[in-house]
């Protein structure tokens, strides 16, 4: 019998990545990456102001290089046996469109419109407009539309919308609405924008867009026009209602066919966001946590609508209905920067060097860099290993804001506990404690909540790089942490949404059983650490609390 394929497609900040994966025997057979050529350059992104955004050009040409470098080990056979694409993106990452579900940045009069683009998840230009958002929708109403997200953020759906349109009256004028990135590149592949007829996936829709069956959609018309009339026209422009990922949203249209070289038989399944994509690339299930490690954190669960009833969660960023999986809960919560503290740690430490590049000879230069670029945090990591257990340095972990307790942009960091007689890796060591501990007081979080975690699940490139971080994850935990073996779990996440919309298997749960990752490794909590930590943990609150009244 002959093997038929589905392909995985995941758009991350920098780059899109796809995978081709076998229905029948769970294998990866193809592969590819693109990056964003544009966003390669440094073009449309300013880090000072917190604007970073994204050329739909730069979408389009990723997702067609990136399938078919993963289809070049297939022949025209084997292709003519894909059965499905499933797409995942970051989010949120929304776009203003014209009529057609056109970006504006795609039309000749805004193509080098930074306001024409899409507004990469990461933008938080949206500050103040995420107040306002968050007050109208707490106190706007009858309804508190905050009752299963908790705060609004800046990086989220309505803050840019409104951002946008008060500084550019040109996109409020053109922009008949918006569209979500990873709803428009389903929209692309089925070769159809229309917003009155574009799928909408439930994981933008639900956690984004406040969309909730309790409130019977959209937040309401009333509680938008007090902040902007504009976003009660996005609101009744907005079309279908939004379906779970696995549910099928069209089939690839000839265009997209003929450059792909595939059969528009083929199905695309509906659209998600790239972590929630990677939970189930990941194998979640009811009672299993799973922590997706990047540059950031974020963490997912899923539980039945009734068991969640009289629990108060808002305090996490948000629980969204069909999100992750088809009739369940999907919660998600995490930190706003995980691996990206590490990175900027060894940033300041090569500042001195840096600094030198015009007193050296480029060749020396470039040589000492590469050096300590590839050594640094291997070294910071053996010297942390090597240190006793006192002193104790504790850092708190909101470098980029707080995501969990109440999503706060405005929380910094802190470091506690210095002497002048420590050296870096007494700092690292305090960055990754401060790190775990904010993922130990999220499951803390739940736990007190009643929500059930039995297993702990870590993907990421964290998860497989850094034995150190993941053995104190463990101990900090005081549960086992399973590390899965896959590279692109996102893509491969979407690949099994892919397996399910085109009927190769009935649901989630069957695919997930032949083609999630597998685990390869587990970390197991020593009893005598997770003891000397918890006192450490305890500093650790103590400073969280005295960083959440100190506002400068």
Same mark, same amino acid.
């Given at each position: 019998?002959?093997?038929?394929?589905?392909?995985?497609?995941?758009?991350?900040?920098?780059?899109?990545?796809?995978?081709?994966?076998?229905?029948?025997?769970?294998?990866?057979?193809?592969?590819?990456?693109?990056?964003?050529?544009?966003?390669?350059?440094?073009?449309?992104?300013?880090?000072?102001?917190?604007?970073?955004?994204?050329?739909p050009?730069?979408?389009?040409?990723?997702?067609?290089? *990136?399938?078919?470098?993963?289809?070049?080990?297939?022949?025209?056979?084997?292709?003519?046996?894909?059965?499905?694409?499933?797409?995942?993106?970051?989010?949120?990452?929304?776009?203003?469109?014209?009529?057609?579900?056109?970006?504006?940045?795609?039309?000749?009069?805004?193509?080098?419109?930074?306001?024409?683009m899409?507004?990469?998840?990461?933008?938080?230009?949206?500050?103040?407009?995420?107040?306002?958002?968050?007050?109208a929708?707490?106190?706007?109403?009858?309804?508190?539309?905050?009752?299963?997200?908790?705060n609004?953020?800046?990086?989220?759906?309505?803050?840019?919308?409104?951002?946008?349109?008060?500084t550019?009256?040109?996109?409020?004028?053109?922009?008949?609405?918006?569209?979500?990135?990873?709803?428009?590149?389903?929209?692309?592949? *089925?070769?159809?924008?229309?917003?009155?007829?574009?799928?909408?996936?439930? *994981?933008?829709?639900?956690?984004?867009?406040?969309?909730?069956?309790?409130?019977?959609?959209?937040?309401?018309?009333?509680?938008?026009?007090?902040?902007?009339?504009?976003?009660?026209?996005?609101?009744?422009?907005?079309?279908?209602?939004?379906?779970?990922?696995?549910v099928?949203?069209g089939?690839?249209?000839?265009?997209?066919?003929?450059?792909?070289?595939?059969?528009?038989?083929?199905?695309?399944?509906?659209?998600?966001?790239?972590?929630?994509?990677?939970?189930?690339?990941?194998g979640?299930?009811?009672?299993?946590?799973? *922590?997706?490690?990047?540059?950031?954190?974020?963490?997912?669960?899923?539980?039945?609508?009734?068991?969640?009833?009289?629990?108060?969660?808002?305090?996490?960023?948000?629980?969204a209905?069909?999100s992750?999986?088809?009739?369940?809960?999907?919660?998600?919560?995490?930190?706003?920067?995980?691996?990206?503290?590490?990175?900027?740690?060894?940033?300041?430490?090569?500042?001195?060097?840096?600094?030198?590049?015009?007193?050296?000879?480029?060749?020396?230069?470039?040589?000492?860099?590469?050096?300590?670029?590839?050594?640094?945090?291997?070294?910071?990591?053996?010297?942390?290993?090597?240190?006793?257990?006192?002193?104790?340095?504790?850092?708190?972990?909101?470098f980029?804001?707080?995501?969990?307790?109440d999503?706060?942009?405005?929380?910094?960091?802190?470091?506690?506990?210095?002497?002048?007689?420590?050296?870096?890796?007494?700092?690292?060591?305090?960055?990754?404690?401060?790190?775990?501990?904010?993922?130990?007081r999220?499951?803390?979080?739940?736990?007190?909540?009643?929500?059930?975690?039995?297993?702990?699940?870590?993907?990421?490139?964290?998860?497989?790089?850094?034995?150190?971080?993941?053995?104190m994850?463990?101990?900090?935990?005081?549960?086992?942490?399973?590390i899965?073996?896959?590279?692109?779990?996102?893509?491969?996440?979407?690949?099994?949404?892919?397996?399910?919309?085109?009927?190769?298997?009935?649901?989630?749960?069957?695919a997930?059983?032949?083609?999630?990752?597998?685990?390869?490794?587990?970390?197991?909590?020593?009893?005598?650490?997770?003891?000397?930590?918890?006192?450490?943990?305890?500093?650790?609150?103590?400073?969280?609390?005295?960083?959440?009244?100190?506002?400068?």
């Open positions: 019998m002959e093997n038929n394929y589905v392909i995985g497609v995941d758009f991350g900040s920098d780059s899109s990545r796809a995978v081709v994966v076998d229905t029948e025997t769970g294998k990866t057979v193809g592969s590819g990456t693109a990056f964003y050529s544009r966003w390669k350059k440094g073009l449309y992104q300013h880090p000072e102001q917190g604007i970073f955004r994204q050329h050009l730069d979408y389009l040409e990723a997702i067609e290089s *990136c399938i078919l470098e993963a289809l070049k080990p297939l022949g025209p056979r084997e292709r003519s046996r894909v059965l499905g694409i499933g797409i995942d993106t970051t989010g949120s990452t929304p776009a203003p469109v014209n009529r057609e579900g056109t970006p504006l940045a795609l039309l000749e009069e805004f193509a080098e419109d930074e306001n024409a899409f507004y990469l998840w990461k933008d938080h230009s949206a500050f103040a407009e995420a107040e306002e958002v968050n007050e929708f707490r106190h706007g109403s009858g309804t508190d539309y905050t009752k299963y997200q908790g609004y953020c800046a990086e989220w759906y309505w803050a840019k919308i409104l951002h946008a349109v008060r550019d009256q040109r996109i409020r004028e053109a922009a008949y609405t918006w569209e979500e990135h990873s709803d428009w590149m389903v929209g692309v592949m *089925c070769g159809e924008t229309r917003p009155d007829h574009i799928f909408h996936g439930a *994981c933008a829709a639900g956690h984004k867009a406040y969309w909730h069956s309790e409130w019977g959609g959209l937040p309401a018309k009333e509680v938008l026009e007090k902040l902007d009339p504009y976003l009660v026209q996005v609101r009744e422009r907005y079309g279908n209602a939004p379906q779970p990922a696995v099928k949203a089939n690839l249209c000839p265009e997209w066919a003929k450059r792909l070289g595939l059969s528009t038989d083929v199905v695309i399944s509906g659209s998600s966001f790239d972590a929630h994509a990677g939970a189930v690339g990941a979640i299930r009811e009672k299993t946590l799973i *922590c997706t490690m990047g540059t950031s954190a974020v963490d997912m669960i899923v539980e039945k609508a009734e068991n969640l009833e009289g629990k108060d969660i808002k305090r996490f960023c948000g629980q209905e069909n992750i999986l088809p009739d369940l809960v999907g919660v998600e919560t995490g930190q706003a920067a995980f691996g990206d503290i590490f990175a900027w740690f060894k940033k300041l430490l090569m500042w001195p060097l840096d600094n030198l590049k015009e007193e050296l000879d480029p060749e020396t230069f470039r040589k000492i860099r590469k050096t300590m670029d590839k050594r640094m945090l291997v070294d910071l990591q053996k010297g942390a290993e090597a240190l006793p257990d006192e002193p104790f340095p504790v850092s708190l972990d909101w980029n804001g707080r995501r969990y307790p999503t706060d942009d405005f929380q910094k960091a802190l470091i506690g506990g210095l002497r002048l007689g420590m050296e870096p890796p007494y700092v690292y060591r305090a960055l990754v404690f401060g790190a775990v501990c904010g993922m130990k999220i499951v803390a979080g739940f736990e007190e909540q009643g929500i059930e975690i039995h297993n702990v699940t870590a993907v990421g490139g964290i998860s497989k790089k850094s034995e150190y971080v993941m053995q994850m463990a101990d900090v935990l005081g549960k086992e942490v399973a899965v073996d896959a590279d692109q779990t996102c893509a491969l996440g979407a690949a099994i949404y892919a397996a399910v919309g085109s009927g190769a298997y009935g649901d989630v749960s069957q997930s059983a032949h083609l999630a990752a597998k685990e390869i490794r587990r970390f197991v909590p020593r009893k005598e650490r997770h003891d000397f930590y918890m006192k450490h943990y305890a500093e650790y609150i103590q400073l969280a609390e005295f960083g959440d009244n100190w506002k400068i």
